[in-house]
């Protein structure tokens, strides 16, 4: 079983994603550099998070098990009727 990445991540990866997907690559250094630039992050444990779910996106895409657009972020929890 893989790592679960929190809502944030996940949000920030995914906008990230659809905004600069060419600066982004399959190398975490370059991706890791590029974030650096792109977000402020209040620390480097999240960055690198945020480095580490969107390099698993660029290679995804790459494999074919995935789309380059991602899917949106479903919250659980109560529905509302």
Not at 26 to 43: A, G, H, M, Q, R
Not at 69 to 76: A, C, E, G, L, T
Request: hydrophobic residues 25%.
């Amino acid at each position: 079983m893989g790592r679960i990445s929190t809502l944030k991540v996940k949000r920030i990866g995914n906008e990230l994603l659809e905004q600069y997907n060419d600066e982004f690559s399959e190398d975490f250094d370059k991706n890791k550099e590029s974030i650096d630039n792109l977000v402020i992050t209040p620390s480097k444990k999240l960055r690198n998070t945020i480095t580490g779910y969107v390099t698993r996106q660029k290679k995804k895409a790459r494999i074919g098990k995935r789309p380059i657009k991602p899917k949106p972020v479903q919250r659980f929890g109560r529905r509302r009727n």
